[in-house]
């Protein structure tokens, strides 16, 4: 009976484990544009997850693993606007729910409001961010596009530099989720 009961739990452990998808190779891009300077950066170790029962989401990255067109303007960025040397500015982060009743897990591509809490430069901010969950063959695709302003987030930029860096970053997620859950 004792083994009966410890299989019966292995089992609804292992269904509610598939339940969770997650990868570490995601990718985020930043970029802001103004008449000075064009500022771009990519990291592919993007972190996320999706819980398709709860309508979780989430998503994280080491703010120094953003790859910049050159070192200096990657120095600036780690050590002037973010101090990411900080350990509570190192990473960015989102985590929410997907909000209404559409069954996303259908194959198709699917437009949703994730709403959730974003942080980063150790500030918090409610936000609702558009999500496209494009999914074929039970594999879900999850890419997103929002912009971020600076003031939200208390990151300063020296007045001289804002001709260089725009107010408003645009943030851009790219997430594939290999595994598709388990159907009931």
């Not at 969770?20 to 993007?46: C, F, R, Y």
């Amino acid at each position: 009976m004792k083994k009966l009961i410890l299989v019966v739990l292995a089992l609804t452990s292992i269904s509610t484990f598939a339940q969770k998808l997650m990868t570490n190779n995601g990718q985020i891009e930043i970029s802001s544009s103004s008449p000075g300077t064009d500022v771009e950066a990519k990291s592919k170790k993007l972190l996320g997850a999706l819980v398709p029962e709860s309508r979780e989401f989430s998503f994280k990255v080491d703010m120094t693993s953003l790859d910049f067109p050159n070192d200096e303007m990657e120095n600036h960025y780690n050590e002037k606007y973010l101090q990411t040397d900080k350990d509570e500015n190192r990473y960015g982060t989102f985590a929410g729910k997907i909000l209404g009743a559409e069954d996303f897990t259908k194959d198709g591509v699917h437009k949703v409001v994730a709403q959730g809490k974003f942080k980063i430069h150790n500030v918090t901010v409610d936000r609702n961010i558009v999500v496209t969950l494009k999914v074929v063959n039970g594999k879900i695709n999850v890419t997103s596009e929002f912009y971020v302003p600076l003031k939200d987030h208390k990151i300063e930029v020296p007045t001289l530099v804002f001709a260089k860096i725009g107010e408003n970053i645009k943030i851009n997620v790219n997430i594939d989720f290999v595994s598709a859950p388990a159907k009931k």
